[in-house]
Nanobody, 125 residues
């Protein structure tokens, strides 16, 4: 059974940084593209970033480009999201998800597979 355990969320002030982690189990992590998705209170889930199976190709939402960096350690089965210069608009629950592909990243959100409870990120002064 696919499981994804997100961690690293916290309450931080604007301008600060956080690093999220997503530990995987129950599937062959290294052959699947992965992504981070977030959900702000009262809003729908929003795609944040994706990375292909090998880690050499990444994509970012315009709202986080230049501030967030997605990465993965296939040996550890773990996905990361380094978030710098956080703003209140980054507040939400962050989820990691598996894409139904190895290298193709233009996948609709509804085709993602989730396996965890998410981790809360709150940016507030």
């Amino acid at each position: 059974e696919l499981q994804l355990l997100e961690s690293g969320g916290n309450l931080v002030q604007p301008g600060e940084s956080l690093r999220l982690s997503c530990a995987s189990s129950g599937f062959s992590f290294s052959i699947w593209a992965m992504a981070w998705v977030r959900q702000a209170p009262g809003k729908e889930r929003e795609w944040v970033s994706s990375i292909n199976a090998g880690g050499g190709t990444t994509k970012y939402a315009d709202s986080v480009k230049g501030r967030f960096t997605i990465s993965r350690d296939n040996a550890k089965g773990t996905l990361y999201l380094q978030m710098n210069n956080l703003t209140p608009e980054d507040t939400g629950v962050y989820y990691c998800a598996r894409l139904p592909s190895t290298d193709w990243l233009d996948v609709p959100l509804h085709e993602y597979t989730y396996g965890g409870q998410g981790t809360q990120v709150t940016v507030s002064s």
